[in-house]
């Protein structure tokens, strides 16, 4: 039986291996593996997703000039992050590829502008670094069940 499991560790994308970041990988039988991280991969946690006009803000929303008339804006949302792989490196020195990777930010502090992100994991390499998804074929693989035998 798959036990719980859960390891403190760092992060990165094969493409941008200079940005490092903290996170912990989790896994519990039943559900799919999840990497939350502290921080992001991203420059911006933000996407541009359209145009507003005629905003009116007043003082009660915003510190800016009491009833101040804004002619347009720009709408941004949270991204919405998908990775084919993440490269990361647990505590205990196990090198672990994460394979098609679907994240959301969790959380976010706009006064320290750290995002909390989370990723949902389809497939956890261990012990091995895939840098693209070409390289993740398979020539064999072997099971191993405890008590097969009794």
């Known amino acids: 039986m ?4 859960g390891s403190l560790g760092k992060w990165w994308l094969p493409n941008n291996p200079e940005v490092v970041v903290p996170g912990k ?3 519990s039988p039943g559900s799919s593996p999840t990497l939350e991280l502290i921080g992001s991969f991203y420059s911006s946690q ?5 145009q507003v006009e005629n905003i ?11 009833n101040s008339n804004l002619t347009s804006g720009v709408v941004l949302d949270f991204i919405k992050p998908e990775e084919i792989i993440i490269l990361g490196l647990l505590d205990n020195n196990e090198e672990i590829t994460l394979y098609k990777c679907y994240g959301q930010i969790k959380k976010f502090e706009f006064v320290k502008n750290r995002p909390t992100l989370s990723f949902n994991i389809e497939y956890v390499f261990r012990k091995i670094h895939f840098k693209n998804e ?13 008590h097969l035998e009794k």
Do not use: A
Request: aromatic share 14%; charged share 30%; hydrophobic share 35%.
């Open 134 to 146: 070409k390289d993740i074929k398979l020539k064999s693989i072997s099971v191993q069940y405890s």
């Open 56 to 66: 009116t803000l007043s003082s009660d929303s915003f510190p800016i000039e009491e």
């Open 2 to 5: 798959l036990e719980d499991f």
């Open 25 to 27: 990988l989790s896994f």
């Open 46 to 50: 933000f996407k541009e997703v359209g």
